[in-house]
Nanobody, 125 residues
């Protein structure tokens, strides 16, 4: 059974930072595409960032230069460092595995085989 558990969400003022973590288990971690997507109430899911293969990260244009995706293979953990947060970043954030390509594409909702329960990020302006 594949299990992805996110943590690290919270409420911060605009300009602040958060680091999301995702513990991955039950999957061939280290040899698969992993990523983050977010979803606002009533809206389509939006890809945020993905590690499509080792050393190959992709980002949505809206977060480039502000967010960084990384992974710690020893800990089976995926991270999303979010800096200079904006009110538009407010959403539920989900960690996901087993990507359908392309993962990050403007206007295209991302598809994954597995995702976690999500962690809420709220940015106040």
């Amino acid at each position: 059974q594949v299990d992805l558990v996110e943590s690290g969400g919270g409420s911060v003022p605009a300009g602040g930072s958060l680091r999301l973590s995702c513990r991955v288990s039950g999957y061939r971690y280290g040899s698969t595409c992993l990523g983050w997507f977010r979803q606002r109430p009533g809206q389509e899911r939006e890809a945020v960032a993905a590690i499509e293969s080792p050393g190959s990260a992709r980002y949505a244009d809206s977060v480039k230069g502000r967010f960084t995706i990384s992974q710690d293979n020893a800990k089976n953990t995926l991270y999303l460092q979010m800096n200079t947060l904006e009110s538009e970043d407010t959403a539920m954030y989900y960690c996901a595995a087993d990507c359908y390509f392309p993962v990050v594409a403007p206007g295209l909702p991302p598809k994954f085989g597995y995702w976690g329960q999500g962690t809420q990020v709220t940015v106040s302006s």
